[in-house]
Structures are given as structure tokens and as C-alpha cells.
């Protein structure tokens, strides 16, 4: 009866975390099993949790890169180190959103912010809307594989498995999937014969190149004084802070500060220094410092604004997660969980043929579902038949959130593809025949990240 008036409020229009929770409370009036104030009891502690405390923080920071001018910055630096590639502009829509990645968290925001410069930049240098909506939706998809990422704070809650390794695992997946996309850029920039976007300059790539070298030599450099000459690691940080700030003043590079968000992140992380939920308040005390102080691009009238953005943002998110507790807690009491893992187990035992089910499911799930809402909802069913098959957590959280990203690239609840739709003044059909050829790329990356889990869990297990 519980997936039955789930089902039929979810039919009426009803958003998801409404149907979940008046689901939940209609059967538990209609049956009686248990007093009505447990759905309200089960909502608010399936938010009292540490871990979720880094939503809002990973929320704020990447609105107040956003609103800072940052994605302009990062637009320039990948212009100079790509554009002059043939399809130069389609290879600095992916390796911008790989930078952007690092700092959003999020597939929709890498869509609504860098999506509006890059398609806007395409269009004037005569690609097609199509092409430029194309390449822009699925760069999108890299926003929350590369760290941070807002879906892998909530399947690491759901789940009970490190978000730090989460993160970790995100990097080379992330990597593989921008490779290919760029790839595809060139099979199109060859068969049309597209030539560069802007001019070859030496100087331009060597200052491009400089950049990249330090956003690899800092981190390294502190990492080596910290872990092998016993440096302190705090007083070795802001040391080392303290020099990327002069080289930024006496150079004025375009994205170094603002490419170090995942460095400092992800180094925190893995070194000790803080935990996923500390790193996401320091993310945003470096973005803070970034747009008040340094750039000084982000006033205080704006600030509020993106804190106002930031709370309505967080309370829709954690409102859906409330309501995907008491819904999961009622899937699981009622044996609804363990029915479908029964189920599968008798069709197949063999680990790739679950895997094979899987991706099918998410894929079709995403489709309909909000990312947060299909997490919440699938991690109680499929994550125990994992375990069950020795399917490694990690490994699935990333097949799990990559198949949810494919989902918002399509109709009838894609996200992205409205966004996208709006930002080029694109019908939804258009849009959605122009991001079909670039599903390739993404559904090559799916099936490497499916059945080649040591992709995804070389870096964890090297640092965790």
C-alpha cells in the first residue's frame, strides 16, 4: 500500500518530498501500526546528522563563487591554456567546468553560471546553438563527480561511508569523463573543419602553463614539508598561503587562488586537517576572502543576497531528505527492502549482472527524480544487496551519482536541460536532440566507472 499512494500523489503532481512523507503518514493512519508523531520524529532525525552540515557550507561557497566574478576568471584561464585548439571553445567549456567543479559542487550551478558565458561566447564565434547547449549540459554533468560534491555528502550519510573517500573518488572518474568529452569536441571540430577561437601566443600559454604548475607544485611542496621534514601543519599552510598571495599580487594570475578551493579541500581532508563538514565552512571562508577582500567583487549587499539564495537552497535540499528518512525507514519496516533484495538476489548473484540492473534503474530513476530525492530513496533499497555482493561502497556511490547527473539531461525532470533550455532560448525538444550525441562520452565514462572500479578507488585506498 506504501509504494501504491506514493505512486498515485506522485501521479497528481505533488513534489517528491511531499509524496514521501504524506505517503508515509497515510499508511501509518490507515494501518495504525505506530502513532502518527513518529513520521515527524523520523524527519527531524534524519537531519540531525554532522555530516549534513556541510549541505549549506558547500551551498554558500559555491554561490559566492558564483556571484564573485570568478567563473569569468576561470573562463579566461581556460580560454588562454585551450582555445587555440581547433573547437577551441568546446574544449574550454570542459576544462572550465572542471575548474568550476572544484568550487560548485553541483551540476545545475556549473550550467546557470558558466553555462551563460560559454554558450553566449560559442554562439558569437558562429558554432551552433545546438553544439554549444551540447557541450555545455554535459560538462555540467562533472560538477558534482569532481570534489566537493553536495550528492556525495548525502549517499556518504545515507550509506555510512567516508565522504573524504567519496571525494577522493570523484577525481579520476572526473578526469576520464573530460578527456573523452574533449575528444568528442575534436571529432566534431575535425569533421567540420572548426578552426581556433583565439590565436596562438606564447606568452599567453606560458603564463597559462605557469598557473597550472603552481596549482600542482603548492600543494605538493606543502605536502612534502608536512609529511616528510615534520613541518607544524597549520603554521606550514598559511605559510605557504602567504606566498601564493604575493605571487598572485606581483604576477595577477587569472585562476590560481580560485582552482586551490578543491586543493585545499581535498588536502585538508586527507592530511588531517579538518573533515569534510570543517572543510566546507573553510570553503567558504576562502571564497569569502576571495570576492570581499581580494578581488574585492563581492559587496556586502550581494553577500546577503547569497546568503538568502543559500537558505532557501539548503531547506528545499534538507526538506527532501527529512522526508526520504521517514519513507526509508517505512520502506525498511514494512520489508519492502528486503522483499526487493530477495528478489534480485534469486534473479542473479553475480555482481556485474547486478551492476548492469542497476545503472538501468538509476538512469530511469534520474530521469523523474531530483538527485537528493533518488539518493534518499535508493541507497536503502540497493546498497544492502551491494554489501550482500561485495560491491565496494565507494565504487557504487560514484556509479550511483554519475547515472542521477545522465538523468538531469533528460526529460520530464531534467534539470539541466531546462536551464540550459532557458539560457539559449532553446525549446526543450531542440535541447533535448542536441545533448543526445553527447551521451557517448558520458555512457563510455558510466561503463569504465561500472566495471573498472580500480578507477575509482585507487586514490581512497592510497590515502584512506
Known amino acids: 500500500m506504501l509504494k501504491i499512494v506514493f505512486l498515485i500523489l506522485m501521479v497528481t503532481g505533488l513534489p517528491v518530498a ?61 580560454l588562454a591554456l ?11 567549456n570542459v576544462l572550465g567546468s572542471v575548474i568550476f567543479a572544484g568550487m560548485s559542487g553541483t551540476a545545475i550551478a556549473d550550467a546557470a553560471g558558466l553555462g551563460t558565458i560559454e554558450i553566449k561566447a560559442m554562439k558569437d564565434h558562429g558554432y551552433s546553438t545546438e553544439f554549444a547547449v ?14 566537493p560534491s553536495l550528492p556525495f555528502v548525502i549517499y556518504g550519510m545515507m550509506a555510512n561511508v567516508s565522504v573524504g573517500a567519496l571525494f577522493l ?10 578527456i573523452l568529452m574533449m575528444l568528442t569536441v575534436a571529432y566534431y571540430a575535425h569533421k567540420n573543419g572548426w578552426g581556433a577561437d583565439i590565436k596562438f601566443d606564447w606568452g599567453r600559454l606560458i603564463k597559462a602553463l605557469a598557473e597550472t604548475a603552481i596549482v600542482i607544485a603548492w600543494p605538493l611542496a606543502l605536502w612534502l614539508l608536512i609529511a616528510k621534514a ?19 599580487k606581483v604576477f595577477s594570475f587569472q585562476a590560481v587562488l580560485p582552482i586551490m578551493t578543491p586543493v585545499l579541500l581535498i588536502g585538508g581532508m586527507t592530511t588531517g586537517l579538518f573533515t569534510p563538514t570543517e572543510g566546507a565552512i573553510a570553503a567558504c571562508v576562502w571564497a569569502m576572502v576571495l570576492g570581499l577582500a581580494w578581488y574585492k567583487t563581492l559587496t556586502w549587499a550581494m553577500f546577503v543576497k547569497v546568503c538568502l539564495d543559500t537558505v532557501e537552497t539548503t531547506a528545499t535540499v534538507l526538506f527532501i531528505v527529512a522526508a526520504a528518512s521517514i ?12 522483499a526487493i533484495s530477495e528478489w534480485v538476489l534469486g534473479f542473479t548473484k553475480e555482481p556485474w549482472v547486478f551492476l548492469l540492473l542497476a545503472n538501468l534503474l538509476m538512469l530511469f530513476v534520474g530521469c523523474f527524480l531530483e538527485p537528493t530525492a533518488a539518493i534518499t530513496i535508493l541507497v536503502p533499497i540497493l546498497v544492502p544487496i551491494c554489501q550482500r555482493l561485495g560491491i565496494d561502497l565507494i565504487h557504487f ?21 531546462f536551464v540550459l533550455a532557458r ?6 525538444e531542440r535541447t533535448t536532440i542536441a545533448i543526445l550525441p553527447w551521451l557517448v562520452p558520458l555512457l563510455g565514462s558510466l561503463i569504465v566507472i561500472t566495471y573498472f572500479p580500480s578507477v575509482v578507488l585507487w586514490l581512497p585506498k592510497h590515502f584512506f
Open 82 to 92: 585551450v582555445g587555440w585548439l581547433k573547437g577551441g571553445l568546446g574544449h574550454v
Open 134 to 147: 551540447g557541450v555545455t549540459a554535459a560538462s555540467a554533468t562533472l560538477g558534482p563527480i569532481i570534489p
Open 327 to 338: 519513507f526509508g525507514w517505512m520502506l525498511t519496516a514494512t520489508g519492502v527492502t528486503a
Open 18 to 78: 511531499i509524496a514521501m512523507a504524506g505517503s508515509s503518514l497515510i499508511y501509518l493512519l490507515w494501518t495504525g501500526s505506530s502513532p502518527p508523531f513518529v513520521v515527524i520524529h523520523r524527519m527531524v532525525s534524519g537531519i540531525d546528522s554532522f555530516p549534513l552540515l556541510a549541505v549549506p557550507f558547500f551551498i554558500l561557497a559555491g554561490n559566492l563563487m558564483n556571484n564573485a566574478g570568478i567563473t569569468n576568471r576561470i573562463y579566461n584561464f581556460a
Open 423 to 428: 539560457v539559449a532560448k532553446l525549446s526543450v
Open 230 to 248: 615534520d613541518f607544524p601543519p597549520q603554521a606550514t599552510v598559511a605559510a605557504g598561503l602567504v606566498i601564493l598571495f604575493g605571487l598572485d
Open 169 to 178: 573518488a570523484g577525481i579520476l572518474p572526473g578526469a576520464l569523463m573530460a
Open 397 to 417: 556511490g560514484l556509479v550511483m551519482v554519475l547515472n542521477l547527473m545522465i538523468g538531469l539531461l533528460h526529460p520530464p525532470m531534467g534539470m539541466v536541460l
